[in-house]
């Protein structure tokens, strides 16, 4: 049963990442390449990668809402969201219950020290399966240098970065990024 299938597998990933949504990608995107590679292709979880990040809502929730459309529909949706919300929230309620108990803890504070190389590592993983996939497509080759629209991706992500540390607002930088994008592609790249 597929809402079965959407909630446990959205469980898991929720219940078992730490770090937010980046550090959940790498793990949605082999879940969904070896249960539903057939349906949804890297390209287009790749595309919903883009639009979740200018969507209202955390990542995670976007995508586990996509994904959940794209298998079942709004029951889907909702299965797979109720998924990986789910973990969060209850971890959240003992954390709450017990804070004041082991907020000065040697082994909570050794633990969450730890976690985060794990996080960080978990981030770049998925920020290198996103740059792989959108510059590299056929792999790594002299010939994705030849093309013109490579250079386009390369200038787009430099003027991006370029605003970022320039303390240019974030809106500014979804409308520019947003008017980027669809002027590459009626460019045809």
Not at 139 to 167: D, E, P, R
Request: proline share 4%; with cysteine.
């Amino acid at each position: 049963m597929i809402y079965l299938e959407l909630f446990w597998t959205f469980l898991t990933i929720g219940a078992l990442t730490f770090g937010g949504g980046y550090a959940m990608l790498p793990l949605i995107q082999e879940q969904v390449a070896l249960r539903w590679g057939d349906v949804i292709s890297a390209e287009s979880m790749i595309n919903f990668v883009a639009v979740s990040e200018s969507t209202p809502g955390p990542f995670a929730i976007n995508m586990a809402t996509y994904v959940g459309s794209v298998m079942g529909g709004p029951f889907g949706s909702f299965c797979a969201t109720l998924g990986v919300v789910l973990p969060s929230f209850v971890i959240i309620l003992i954390v709450a219950k017990c804070y004041d108990k082991f907020k000065e803890s040697r082994i909570v504070k050794g633990c969450m020290s730890g976690l985060k190389p794990a996080v960080v590592g978990l981030i770049a993983n998925a920020v290198l399966g996103v740059l792989m996939t959108v510059f590299f497509p056929a792999g790594i080759s002299l010939a994705v240098f030849t093309q013109v629209s490579f250079y386009i991706y390369v200038g787009i992500f430099a003027v991006m970065l370029l605003l970022a540390f320039k303390k240019v607002h974030p809106i500014i930088i979804v409308c520019l990024s947003a008017v980027a994008g669809i002027a590459v592609g009626y460019l045809g790249f």
